[in-house]
């Protein structure tokens, strides 16, 4: 039997999941591959500390006995950020090696270069484990779906983020102490702005986005806004109002107006698939003009949900060598379609505000509206204390940028103290197998 | 720009699908499989009939058109059941075309044929769409999820019947008027016996656990009993106890035990993934020894969505034309388990009785469990009416043959005038990423 041998940069959460699939799986990966993958030489940082699952490893501390190996087939990159493992992988390309990595900064700020380089060497490079984990979603919208126009994609795809909101919702505890929690369970990192502030869920729908809509989205395309800002409050009254709230990414190509691409949190109705979602489960809702609605579920991290998927591509890469075959699914970014401003995208808000309580407040803040033409669907006038009282207002759908000015107007109006949420309401939409 | 040429079998609501997703999303279809993908030839039984989308296409009445056809490489047969189907699929694999199918009834009981067939004659067999409609499932398991041991696959995969039970369980309607309702929508044939019966669920869980087992499992393996005795006291004792009536399919591997395939209604517990998939919706769960739980959603059947697993077919085998390879992904039944027997396999079980209402006995009815070590976990008694009562008992986990044998003594029991149901009660299992 034909042996595959590879080597793997990074030892990790994930480098321990990897190493574990693939010696507790062996018999069945084999059987199922037609070839033996050997793990032959694993980058660490330093070699001669102890690890878990490290017994009959060759470890180094120098890439170039990887990359200077020819024996060495497949290069599976855990190293996480920019710098080193672009240019390793970029370099292991170069020497015909075929990558596997679930490195989602790479991928979204530097996709067109790795596929670039893919193509120039003709080898593999694979990336499912970048986005969602375990969850299988880069296959599934490169082949599963690829007889669709994908219309939409929206996802949960941060765990960090969605377990405190869960903890939130459920125990009604602010933000800090939920932070407090998700970081003492290890589910949220000492400084923990890349989740909180919505960045991990851009690079992954930057991903996605570019995957469904066949078109180049990076990091930087995407607007983001964290959840930092969600207070008990804005739960309770997302509850009262039939909705959970949840830091959504969404991808939607309006056509014409662009791809409209974004992460910040939204009031979801309950009844939506993914309102449902909760703790650190991912999951990634697809919209296509052929197949309706469908959705992916599972867990978005940890060590062996993640090794699930990067161990899954190197079994795809092993059966293109088996059948001396790469490349079989090309990089699908072959449209350049523009993007459509965050000012132009459309929504209904939830507005908070807290006001004066006395007659004739409703109509100046419904004529602050009303001047940048936004209509609302409801109003709720509660919690008065002392002279104040807030006002709920739930938004007919509006141009942001309307909604923006409204909102500058209302600040500026003496019997509005403070304008204290705008969250987007997300409403299902009614559109399925609309080919 | 190569011309890929497919001979299509039936036209119905599926082969509609088809032609309008080859015809509206063909640009996208040659850009992402960088060949023209050409609708050459349909198969029906009167070709003078009009129908919708037939403009442009040439139709037959002869199968020899399309099978002695040199230029058809793609052969996508929808005539449904299993003669001639099955006759076609093989005699088109002989003549060296590939095939894709969305017919469960020939997957599930020759799949074993049509795979030598496949691999003898150095062509491709797809069958995304016999199962699960436009949910991706047989590519996710085959490929994403190949480097898990799977140990459990789990779905309701019959839409009908999910329909049916949402209804019930919604408004309170009983089995009779619901089905009739179901039937008036066109979700259910003149003939429901296919659907509430079990056997449509039957046959694609036969073809998921082969694949999640890698062993073949027939459509005569799995244990069937479907939803005609479900009445509305069952549906409203399972919502005060936290549960959902749900008809699932369910495959495990119990190692040494055996493979345990069978197709029932359960009591599942609100919390549970599959709970809140509802109406027409199916959804598939699968536990893996990497991945932990994961999860696939969407509609399980209808032209469009059954379409978009149809097309997704086509252009994998485009894909693997234009690189020139077949076979990529063997079949994966490379093991040969045995079958676990339904006396041999456990669950825990709702029972509901009506009997005397006297002193007494619940103390007989313990008494008769007890006999067969079936301990009871929770029991209701209500529902007075003249002298009877009914009782509802929850059991610990048994094994099926005890439970049979406890409701045979219950049955005899002078004080015992019925027992009304018996349902197994699916108790969500806590073992995530247990590689």
Do not use: W
């Amino acid at each position: 039997m034909r042996e595959i041998k590879i080597g793997m940069l990074g030892f990790g959460t994930v480098g321990t999941g990897v190493v574990r699939v693939l010696r507790e799986n062996e018999q069945e990966i084999m059987a199922k591959t037609g070839a033996k993958l050997c793990l032959k030489t694993v980058l660490v940082r330093d070699a001669k500390k102890k690890r878990p699952y490290m017994e009959g490893l060759h470890l180094t501390e120098d890439i170039e006995e990887i990359l200077s190996d020819e024996e060495i087939d497949i290069v599976i990159e855990l190293l996480g950020g920019i710098h080193p493992a672009r240019e390793y992988m970029l370099r292991a390309m170069g020497k015909g090696k075929n990558v596997v990595t679930a490195n989602k900064d790479v991928v979204a700020q530097f996709g067109k270069d790795m596929f670039e380089t893919m193509e120039k060497h003709g080898v593999d490079f694979h990336f499912e484990a970048s986005v969602g984990g375990g969850i299988p979603i880069v296959m599934p919208l490169k082949q599963c779906l690829t007889a669709n126009r994908v219309t939409e994609i929206m996802g949960i795809i941060n765990g960090t983020t969605n377990y405190m909101l869960t903890q939130m919702t459920e125990n009604g505890s602010d933000y800090d102490s939920v932070l407090k929690e998700a970081q003492e369970k290890g589910y949220a990192e000492a400084n923990p702005a890349a989740d909180v502030e919505g960045l991990d869920a851009a690079r992954k729908i930057a991903i996605l986005a570019s995957i469904a809509f066949n078109t180049r989205i990076r990091f930087e395309d995407v607007s983001v806004e964290g959840i930092t800002h969600i207070t008990p409050p804005d739960i309770d009254y997302a509850k009262t109002l039939g909705y959970v709230v949840k830091l959504l990414a969404i991808g939607r190509d309006l056509g014409e107006r662009g791809v409209d691409v974004r992460v910040h949190p939204v009031f979801l109705p309950k009844g939506h698939p993914l309102a449902s979602v909760n703790d650190v489960y991912n999951a990634i809702f697809v919209r296509g003009n052929a197949i309706g609605e469908a959705m992916f579920y599972g867990r978005g991290a940890g060590s062996l949900p993640t090794a699930s998927a990067v161990v899954a591509d190197v079994i795809d890469i092993a059966r293109d060598m088996q059948m001396d075959t790469f490349g079989r699914v090309h990089c699908t970014c072959y449209a350049n379609k523009s993007l459509c401003p965050i000012e132009e995208t459309e929504a209904s808000y939830y507005v908070r505000l807290l006001v004066d309580d006395k007659p004739g407040v409703l109509a100046a803040i419904a004529t602050a509206f009303g001047n940048h033409k936004v209509s609302m669907k409801s109003v709720i006038q509660t919690r008065r204390c002392q002279d104040k009282a807030e006002i709920v207002a739930i938004t007919h759908r509006v141009k942001h940028r309307a909604l923006e000015e409204a909102a500058v107007d209302l600040r500026s109006l003496a019997v509005v103290s403070e304008v204290r949420s705008i969250i987007r309401v997300e409403n299902m939409q009614e559109e399925n197998g609309s080919c």
